[in-house]
Nanobody
Framework: QVSLVESGGGLVQAGGSLRLSCVASGSAFEHYAMGWLRQAPGKEREIVAGINWSGDSTYYADSVKGRFTISRDNHKNTVYLQMNSLNPMDTAVYYC?????????????????????WGRGTQVTVSL
């Protein structure tokens, strides 16, 4: 059983940046595709970024493309989300998710259904 713990959230002004981190416990982290999800108040959870097992293939939702960057360090069992040019629409709880059932294999997650478990989340609030 792999557990995921997110960190790095907080309050930031519009136009600012934050870097989220997610540390995975357990072995074989490098075998799994990972992703970041978010859920804003009153809205459904959505995937914002995905990354394949090796880190050489990524996916971004249109709403964050060009502003967010997902990366991973398999030696540290960690996946990151660098968020730049934040705006109030980015306010949400951000979750790290993993494909621990191998649903996408060596491909890149692009939807919620591709991720089988996630952490407890970290709050990101962007003020005007």
């Amino acid at each position: 059983q792999v557990s995921l713990v997110e960190s790095g959230g907080g309050l930031v002004q519009a136009g600012g940046s934050l870097r989220l981190s997610c540390v995975a416990s357990g072995s074989a982290f490098e075998h799994y595709a990972m992703g970041w999800l978010r859920q804003a108040p009153g809205k459904e959870r959505e995937i914002v970024a995905g990354i394949n097992w090796s880190g050489d293939s990524t996916y971004y939702a249109d709403s964050v493309k060009g502003r967010f960057t997902i990366s991973r360090d398999n030696h540290k069992n960690t996946v990151y989300l660098q968020m730049n040019s934040l705006n109030p629409m980015d306010t949400a709880v951000y979750y790290c998710g993993g494909d621990f059932k191998g649903l996408v294999g060596r491909s890149t997650p692009t939807s919620l259904d591709d991720l089988t478990s996630w952490g407890r989340g970290t709050q990101v609030t962007v003020s005007l």
